[in-house]
């Protein structure tokens, strides 16, 4: 028999609190204790690293770090390793429902090296210690963050070549004459590991399993390409020939392009995908399941001349195929993985996905939406798969609708019979109707269960300013409608507990 669940999909940084962030603290907790008492069973999140380029955790410094805007400052508090008063004079954004990301960095660091400042010594403490021998990326990643503050946050393609390349030498030096601030960073992700830890155990204990998020590709600005370059296809000067991104479609007709740097599969192959191990185990410490980011590229992958105006240019290149997921779980076991297999499909990525056996995504929002040319009707769901109003690339339900050509409208009103329901009370009958579909997972965004218009939109693809800043309101927290999700939950089939 299968198991039918439910979730909502909402990122750490939008949850409320008063710190301008959402982070790991009583916030996190109270949103886990409301999943459960609705009978929801899975969270799922965004990616836990360090927020990059335009703030987005899809282009980090590191796979493995998290993301020190998250640690919560009222657990530090708690644990007496800063006080009050340093947190005097501090700002953390003027708006409840926006990340003012430049103000709750500069608070944030300041309160993070007063804790690091009374823990001197923290080096010798044993749980200090558990955490760096099982996590051989910490010395490099301090390291890197150091040198970025060094050459005063520069992409590590303009550092000086002794730097940029590693010169042995040069890095042995660097690591002297930067100790403290090495040290500083790795502390920082102790106290980020301790309090996502205890996160984590929490929803454990409630019955709620989180579902993580690993992007496909890497920052070309990231500790992994400074000490793996031979596992991306960089030149001698870590400069890309190619970069990655998505063909022209119904949604854009220039396509997109990411900029981040493609893999050399071959080079993974030879090291036995080592480095895709490492990844991948990092992750599953912290998350129960793991959302596989732009699945398709590792069946074939859209290369673009680096510096084109757009990805017109762009080409085909093959992947690593199933012989990836192979390797995956012949190290790791069973692949708690949900495939992100949205976009340009062919027969190969669908047999690709067939052959792993593990579910891929369904999107009501694209079932009547005729620029995707794929076929996401309710109707003809897989039961393995997970289905969404829209992801965070999406915009809300309410926000979608108001956009929606006048013929899809007619369509989508026809299928769900709601010829004359006024359009602000159908963002419920599409939640409805994913909750009834037939695959076995069904998410929503927090933003859809708000009733939110665009402005609960957490990404618009390829626009560089003004994603990933949406927060939910302590008010919006409270005055959900925790009740209907419940009863909507039950009579779906989907309460587990």
């Excluded at 290149?317 to 076991?333: D, V, Y």
């Excluded at 769900?416 to 695959?439: C, G, K, N, R, S």
């Excluded at 929503?444 to 665009?454: A, E, T, V």
């Excluded at 939109?457 to 994603?467: D, L």
């Amino acid at each position: 028999m299968r198991i039918r669940e439910a979730g909502i999909l909402l990122p750490v940084f939008s949850l409320p609190g008063k710190y301008g962030i959402g982070t790991l603290g009583k916030s996190a907790r109270e949103f886990v204790d409301r999943l459960a008492d609705s009978g929801q069973n899975i969270w799922q999140i965004l990616p836990l690293c360090p927020a990059g380029y335009g703030a987005s955790p899809y282009s980090s410094y590191s796979t493995h770090a998290g993301n020190p805007l998250f640690i919560d400052i009222e657990m530090l508090l708690e644990d007496g390793w800063v006080e009050d008063g340093d947190l005097r004079g501090l700002q953390w954004g003027s708006d409840a429902a926006r990340v003012d990301y430049e103000a709750v960095g500069a608070s944030s660091a300041a309160v993070l090296r007063r804790a690091f400042v009374r823990r001197q010594g923290f080096q010798k403490d044993h749980e200090y210690q558990d955490f760096a021998k099982h996590n051989s990326w910490l010395e490099d990643f301090g390291l890197f963050m150091a040198l970025k503050e060094k050459f005063g946050g520069i992409s590590l393609l303009d550092w000086p070549a002794p730097f940029r390349d590693r010169d042995a030498q040069t890095i042995r030096n660097a690591r002297e004459e930067l100790r403290e601030e090495v040290a500083y960073h790795c502390f920082v992700q102790w106290l980020f590991q301790r309090q996502w830890d205890a996160l984590h155990d929490y929803a454990k204990a409630r019955q709620v399993k989180i579902l993580g998020d690993i992007p496909i590709y890497v920052s070309l600005d990231s500790v992994d390409t400074w000490v793996n370059p031979t596992l991306f296809q960089l030149r001698d000067d870590k400069q890309p020939d190619f970069v990655a991104g998505g063909p022209p479609d119904g949604f854009s007709a220039v396509g997109q392009v990411w900029g981040n740097p493609l893999y050399d599969w071959n080079e993974h192959r030879n090291q036995g995908f080592e480095w895709w191990l490492r990844r991948v185990e990092t992750h599953l410490k912290r998350v129960d399941m793991l959302r596989i980011d732009h699945f398709r590229g590792l069946e074939s992958y859209f290369a673009i001349p680096a510096g084109a105006p757009s990805a017109a240019a762009g080409h085909w290149e093959q992947g690593p195929g199933m012989e990836f997921f192979t390797r995956l779980a012949e190290h790791i076991g069973p692949l708690p993985f949900v495939l992100e297999d949205l976009g340009y499909l062919t027969e190969e990525v669908i047999r690709l996905r067939e052959e792993t056996q593990m579910p891929g995504i369904q999107l009501i929002q694209f079932a009547f939406d005729s620029r995707e040319p794929g076929s996401y009707w309710p109707y003809a769901m897989s039961p393995n798969s997970v289905v969404y109003t829209g992801t965070h690339d999406n915009d809300t339900v309410r926000g979608w609708l108001d956009a929606l050509a006048p013929a899809d409208l007619a369509a989508a009103r026809t299928y769900t019979a709601t010829l004359d329901t006024p359009l602000e009370d159908l963002t419920w009958v599409f939640i409805t109707l994913a909750m009834t579909a037939v695959a076995d997972t069904c998410i929503i965004p927090m933003g859809d269960y708000l009733g939110l218009g665009s402005e609960g939109r957490i990404n618009v693809p390829s626009q560089a300013e003004g994603n990933w800043s949406w927060r939910m309101t302590p008010e919006q927290l409270q005055g959900a409608p925790w009740d209907r999700i419940r009863q909507l939950t039950q009579v779906s089939g989907r309460e587990t507990s």
